[in-house]
């Protein structure tokens, strides 16, 4: 039976991958790797737990020891695991180093001495930094903004210097900004979905006008499934949909899609060096015959619903002490500030 083993597999996207993997390909056994940061969640995975050929392994990218038998006994490897959020690599970025740099070096390690099958890494659009004009395309130079982005950058380009270097048969992708169900809710379409249930202020980044462009999960997994068979090892590839918004304009759908008013908006400081715009050219999977299937609104009407309907899995990570630290750290001098 093959076997894929998905690093982050209790994070957002990596859980909605294996879900996605599961239903696509039912025959191949899946390994989720995560080492539950607070990030990580296994209820993310609830509907899998106990199924045959599903095994849930807690355990770090970092540690290699851990890490070399699930991946030496693997045909492919997906890996998602990461410090991921950009406000909180502004607070501290020891951890967003430590996994999206070293973590990515020692798969790269274990994948060079067991000579593993196809290593898909997952990149982001971030490490472009700003593009403001037209979008950019694999070969645009790297230039991150956050310790985030920086610590994302190191990790694609040792995993290029793998496949040049040591023929490691690794893909990089950079995807936009995803969305969809079991996104953390520190995240801004989840944060303001749930801070308006809660009838909180919804705290928005200096104007607003700042743009993002969006792909609902489920068509970056299709993606990265497609690029699985379609791929070659060593590129790079884009995967974005060409649907921007302003922050502000989903905010204002998101609250139009739950009955909240308008006054729940509050302009707070900026993000520092926060990027106005990203953009991805996404030319090169779309000539090998990917694209999107969902279009923007309807998704976000599809995850705004998901939300509401999942309080139980939203309100365990909102009511913990955790989240409470962060929120304290990153908003309650912002709202502060705001209402001075
Ligand atoms: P997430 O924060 O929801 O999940 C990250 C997962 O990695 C968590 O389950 C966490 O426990 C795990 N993890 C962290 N450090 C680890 C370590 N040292 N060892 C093992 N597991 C560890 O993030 P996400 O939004 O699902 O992002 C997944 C990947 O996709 C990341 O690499 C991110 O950079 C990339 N990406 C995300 C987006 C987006 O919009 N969310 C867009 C483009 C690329
Ligand atoms: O572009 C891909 C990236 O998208 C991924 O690599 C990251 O892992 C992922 O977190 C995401 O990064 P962003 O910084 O774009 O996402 P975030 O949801 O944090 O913010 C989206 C935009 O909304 C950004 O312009 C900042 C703004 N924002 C965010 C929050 C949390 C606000 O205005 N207020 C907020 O409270």
């Not at 355990?59 to 045909?75: F, H, Q, V």
């Not at 930094?129 to 395309?137: E, N």
């Not at 970056?220 to 790079?236: N, Q």
């Amino acid at each position: 039976m093959p076997t894929i083993l998905v690093t982050g597999g209790a994070g957002f996207i990596g859980s909605n991958f294996i879900r996605y993997w599961r239903r696509e390909h039912p025959s191949w056994e899946i390994i989720a790797y995560d080492k539950l940061t607070y990030a990580g969640n296994k209820s993310n995975l609830h509907d899998l737990e106990g199924q045959p050929n599903f095994t849930f392994v807690q355990g770090d990218i970092c540690n290699r020891e851990e890490l070399e038998p699930w991946l030496a006994k693997s045909d492919i490897v997906v890996n998602f695991a990461a410090e991921t959020h950009v406000d909180r690599s502004l607070l501290s970025s020891g951890d967003f180093v430590r996994t999206d740099v070293l973590g990515v070096h020692t798969i790269m390690e274990c994948a060079r001495e067991h000579r593993t099958g196809l290593i898909v890494h997952i990149s982001t659009d971030e490490v472009y930094g700003p593009i403001l004009d037209g979008s950019a395309d694999e070969d645009e130079p790297l230039n991150p903004s956050s310790p985030y982005a920086a610590s994302k950058a190191g990790g694609d380009l040792l995993a290029l210097a793998y496949a040049k270097s040591f023929r490691v048969p690794v893909i990089i992708t950079r995807c936009c900004n995803n969305f969809g169900p079991y996104q953390h809710p520190e995240k801004l379409i989840p944060l303001m979905i749930t801070n308006a249930l809660l009838d909180l202020p919804l705290p928005v980044y200096g104007d607003g006008r700042q743009v993002r462009e969006w792909i609902f999960v489920e068509d970056h997994c299709r993606a990265l499934d497609f690029l699985i068979e379609h791929g070659t090892p060593g590129g790079v590839y884009n995967i974005g949909t060409g649907c921007e918004r302003q922050n502000i304009e989903v905010v204002q759908m998101i609250l139009q899609l739950l009955g909240k008013p308008e006054s729940l908006i509050r302009f707070v400081a900026d993000r520092p060096a926060h990027d106005r715009r990203y953009s991805v050219n996404w030319e090169k999977l779309r000539k090998l015959g990917w694209q999107p299937k969902h279009d923007f609104e309807s998704a976000l009407a599809q995850t705004v619903a998901w939300y509401r309907e999942n309080e139980w899995w939203w309100r365990q990570i909102r009511e913990s002490e955790e989240f409470k630290r962060y929120y304290e750290a990153n908003y309650a001098w912002r709202l502060r500030n705001e209402s001075a």
